[in-house]
């Protein structure tokens, strides 16, 4: 976890205010004055949180916010007028109808992103002497440390002229530069000894000298030492003294490697601004030697002529910007549940998790091409945010644009920084909604951060940088939108004037978050378009609430219209009318409700005479539900549950024809389902509590019994088949186990005998090495091909256990049922959490039990892969999800009490090994271990410990079915052989895929 430092927490009263920066607050007038004239600080500025916190309080929400969670919820891509970008292609352009979620390749990468830092030109790291400094107009003589010649970081007084640096020599703001020496090789025997002489003049803590140790390959880098500050002089330079051990290099899996400076300076103080002026530049060094255990003899760079080998580059992105990251995140800690974010994340902090006064980080997203005529952009992202004023972190979000011609635009948009109280995570936060003209041709979306108390007028002595590790961002999305789209309330000031603004060639009418009641967003006339519309919710079921008050009883209305074209309304909260949410009267013209949300009204539907469809609707908490009076209706995948009076009211002579399809009726207080006068009714495939029909004259067609009592009723999937059958009753059982999602009192029902109470569900995105946290339990999967959602329901009963095994725990035990709708390829890893004081025996000795029903019959399988006692955590590895166990084998104690009183090498675990292997040994001394896995031919595959010394006992090792070079291993029978001391053994295995 990354570090917090620790600030007090003081309120300035500034919320909700806007401000000036003050002209005498801005102690560091260079940063500020670059700012400033880049239009990166706004004046004035707003202290304000995203549009996500102008949402409905919870307590106002009565249904979940994720519309996967909802009952009924049809799933699938909303048909929004609204183009979608993100990811990056293999040209570098962002993917329309993707995202950004930081987990689609492995390793994590910036998928396209990139931090802007200012052009320079030049590259400062060379080789100095005499001959190099002259002709430069250089005002001191050549900062040469012994010799001959130096090593030197800086530009000459005419570069700095150039560019117009205020102090001429020295350094600038945002640099990050490298300077690689030749490679070498440790002789595998004993530590290198690395030292050199040096002076550095740095802004302490804000500018650095990086010292790494980099494998030839270029993959994996070893912080030796940073640098900040002041360190010697010209004439009593400084000296530096370390060795490369064994360990540095097994960090790095390869013995060849070079040693990298690289040099890192935030946004302001330097010779570039005057803030901090240098005579000679930031850092010097001189005599690098590199003695004992290098292969060929040792090496010694006095740079008395040229570089000696010594490579000068600018990294730039390719090995991820200098202020912001790719991270797991697992890595902080996000107390939010559940957490929109998932997988791994982008930062915008240090190495320390924090962000150092006069930080500006700006990153540019792949360019989003857009259709012709412009229109409107927008973005949307997921993110944690724990960002108090005092914190001095603020952060925004614009846009670059690309004209026609291919010359690409200063940033423009928003100019507003915005900060986020927190802990608190945020879902579908809108940003950066912007006009684009019709000459625009691509897009790139802007993210910026500053760090600056002094910019935003905060006193030094509240500021509390450089502690916070927050702002965190996921699933960032480009939206375009048509110029014509009729948006809600950017270019309306209510609903009903974006209603009025319809037209026949674009119907569409978008509703950004918020809660919307009063005049002109209640009581909405649909009456008078003689055309279609379609109201969308823009970010779906959940974000937009329509509300009545005092005024207004009714939410939205359609009565007499003969029109034939639809009104479809998608993905709304409707709440608190004293009388209809919905009135539908008299009108051929068809009423369509899609993955709506209808509570704490009076009447939730009231239709007469009209043709209406509800599909993936929640209708609870009302007075009365729906009262389908002569209407022509079709209800599909509805929850209709906890109406104070009845659920759906069906009256009128035959010219009433209703569906009901893949729904619940359940728990209302007068009847579920009420049929007066001889209307026309079909109940399929749906759950209706066992007294709750009122149908005397025996009307309803219930379709095939079979279908309403197997049939799952959108609360979980049907991972194991009933244990019994209800007698061919097609209304579910009364004491059927699943729990009513909207049921305060507790009444059970569904179709099921797991408890169908949605149990734990998170997005799966398509992906590399994709991680999913359910509450205790993490699945990764090697790839997903097609993005679904993954599920944890946990009961107390399962498919039945060997009786040699005793669960963990045992009462009550836990089966994890597990299952996901994403599409995956390779084998998937499941890692559960356990108590420790659940266990009786050796915890070592757990095991974690698939129920693989792939088999034939379906058995128990035990597919340990590890065990971490002091994490508490059990993997396995699988290729299909169902029932999972933690479970100790009865045994396993005397098992345990076995001592091998030499080199013993248990049998690989599991065995095959799909994927991945576990290599457990036991050592009868201290010793130096060499392990390595050899294919079937003899030929070396991998090294996984070399010569490191274990102390006597048990030890595992994990090889991930990877060679040296990390490509998957092909299947096939392996071995793997270990030598300690002089004791040698071997164990044979078979990996699968």
């Known amino acids: 976890m990354l570090s917090r430092f620790p600030s007090p927490v003081r309120s300035l009263g500034l919320f909700g205010r806007r401000l000036r920066p003050e002209a005498g607050s801005l102690a560091r007038i260079g940063i500020c004055a670059m700012l400033l004239a880049a239009g990166l600080i706004g004046s004035p500025v707003a202290w304000a949180a995203p549009a996500e916190a102008s949402l409905p309080a919870a307590d106002e929400i009565l249904l979940p916010s994720d519309p996967a969670l909802v009952p009924g919820h049809t799933g699938g891509d909303r048909d929004l007028p609204v183009t979608w970008y993100g990811y990056v292609d293999g040209s570098g352009n962002a993917v329309e109808g993707e995202t950004w979620t930081f987990d689609h390749d492995v390793p994590a990468t910036f998928e396209g992103w990139s931090e802007v830092v200012p052009e320079q030109g030049l590259i400062p790291w060379r080789q100095i002497d005499s001959g190099e400094w002259a002709g430069h107009d250089n005002p001191e003589p050549p900062p040469i440390i012994t010799g001959l010649g130096s090593a030197w970081a800086g530009l000459y007084q005419d570069e700095a002229d150039s560019l117009a640096y205020v102090d001429g020599i020295g350094y600038g703001n945002d640099w990050r530069y490298r300077f690689s020496s030749p490679s070498f090789t440790w002789d595998e025997i004993g530590s290198i000894g690395l030292s050199f002489d040096y002076w550095a003049d740095l802004e302490a803590w804000f500018d650095y000298v990086h010292l790494f140790l980099v494998g030839a390959s270029g993959g994996v880098e070893v912080d030796l030492h ?34 990298v400076f690289e040099i890192e300076s935030d946004a302001g103080y330097s010779d570039e601004d005057g803030d901090y002026p240098t005579v000679y530049g930031p850092f010097a060094f001189d ?36 202020f912001s990251g790719i991270a797991p995140l697992s890595d902080y800690d996000v107390p939010c549940d559940p957490c929109p974010l998932a997988g791994h994340i982008l930062h915008f902090h240090d190495g320390s ?50 004209e026609e011609g291919g010359d690409w635009s200063e940033r423009v ?22 006009y684009v003209p019709s000459s625009t041709d691509a897009v790139k979306l802007v993210i910026e951060l500053i760090a600056d108390c002094d910019s935003f007028g905060i006193p030094p002595q509240d500021c509390g940088l450089p502690g916070n590790e927050t702002p965190l961002f996921d699933n960032l999305r480009i939206g375009a939108i048509h110029p014509d789209a009729r948006l809600v309330p950017h270019l309306y000031p209510t609903i009903q004037q974006g209603i009025d603004a319809t037209d026949a060639g674009n119907p569409d009418v978008l509703v950004w978050s918020g809660s919307f009641q009063g005049d002109g967003n209640t009581a909405l006339d649909f009456s008078g378009e003689a055309h279609p519309v379609n109201l969308h919710a823009l970010f779906g079921l959940g974000h937009t609430a329509i509300r009545g008050d005092e005024t207004h009883t009714t939410g939205f209305a359609l009565q007499g219209d003969t029109q034939a074209d639809a009104v479809v309304v998608d993905g709304f909260i409707l709440g608190d009318f004293d009388g209809e949410a919905v009135l539908c009267e008299g009108s051929s013209r068809p009423f369509q409700f899609v993955n709506c949300q209808i509570s704490g009204c009076n ?45 759906v009211h069906i009256s009128e002579h035959a010219e009433a024809v209703v569906d009901i399809d893949l729904c619940i009726l359940w728990g209302n207080g007068g009847y579920d389902l009420l049929l007066y006068n001889e209307p026309q009714v079909q109940v399929l495939r749906s759950a209706v509590a066992p007294y709750g029909v009122y149908d005397p004259d025996e009307l309803i067609d219930w379709g095939s019994p079979d279908e309403n009592v197997y049939v799952d009723p959108y609360f979980c999937d049907p ?10 009753d097609y209304r579910l059982d009364a004491t059927s186990p699943c729990l009513a999602m909207y049921s305060p009192s507790g009444e059970e029902i569904g179709a099921y005998g797991l408890g169908c109470d949605g149990g734990v569900i998170l997005p799966t995105p398509t992906g590399m090495n994709v991680e999913v946290p359910l509450d205790g339990i993490v699945l990764t999967f090697d790839e997903v091909t097609g993005a679904g959602d993954s599920r944890r329901l946990t009961r107390d009963a399962g498919p039945e256990v060997p009786v040699e095994y005793l669960l963990v725990p045992a009462d009550p035990a836990e089966f994890h049922f597990l299952t996901t709708t994403a599409e995956f390829v390779g084998s998937i890893e499941v890692c559960v959490a356990y108590d420790e004081e659940d266990v009786t025996m050796a915890e070592e000795d757990l095991e974690l039990l698939h129920f693989d029903t792939d088999l034939d019959p379906p058995a128990w399988v035990d597919i340990t892969t590890s065990v971490d006692v002091e994490q508490n955590i059990i993997c396995g590895v699988c290729a299909t999800l169902s029932p999972f166990v933690v479970a100790e084998r009865e045994g396993n104690a005397v098992e345990e009490a076995e001592v091998h009183t030499g080199l013993f090498l248990h049998p690989c675990r599991p065995n095959p090994a799909l994927g991945r292997a576990v290599l457990t040994y036991d050592l009868p001394t201290s010793s130096a271990v060499q392990a390595e896995v050899f294919d079937i031919t003899g030929h070396r595959v991998r090294v996984l410990l070399d010569g490191k010394i274990q102390t006597a006992g048990r030890h595992q090792l994990v090889w991930d079915g990877r060679d040296a070079r990390g490509r998957r291993a092909e299947a096939g029978c392996y071995f793997y052989r270990l030598q300690a001391g002089e004791l040698v053994g071997s164990r044979q295995f078979l990996l699968v895929r």
């Open 353 to 402: 998790g924090g962000h150092p006064e006069g930080q500006y980080t700006m990153l540019t997203s792949p360019p989003a091409w857009l259709p012709d005529d412009g229109g409107y952009v927008f973005s949307i992202a997921d993110l944690f945010a724990d960002m108090e004023l005092y914190d001095g972190v603020f952060y925004r979000f614009g846009w670059i644009y690309m």
């Open 719 to 728: 991972v194991i088949p009933p244990v019994e059958t209800f007698d061919g």
């Open 287 to 322: 005599d690098l030697a590199l003695t004992d255990h290098v292969v060929g003899g040792d090496l010694l760079y006095d740079f008395e002529s040229g570089a000696q080998g010594f490579v000068a580059s600018d990294p730039g992105g390719a090995s991820g910007p200098s």
């Open 603 to 647: 009447q939730a539907l009231v239709g007469e005479a009209s043709t209406i469809a509800l599909t993936g609707c929640g209708i609870h908490g009302n007075a009365a539900g729906c009262d389908l009076t002569d209407c022509v209706a079709q209800l599909t995948s509805c929850t209709i549950a906890h109406n104070a009076s009845d659920g």
């Open 226 to 259: 940073s640098f900040t500050g002041v360190w010697g002089d010209m004439d009593n330079p400084e000296t530096y003294v370390t060795e490369l051990t064994a360990t540095h290099f097994a960090t790095l899996g390869e013995n060849e490697a070079r040693i």
């Open 413 to 434: 948009g928003d100019y507003v920084w915005s900060y986020n109280p927190g802990p608190e995570c945020y879902s579908h936060v809108e940003t950066g909604w912007d």
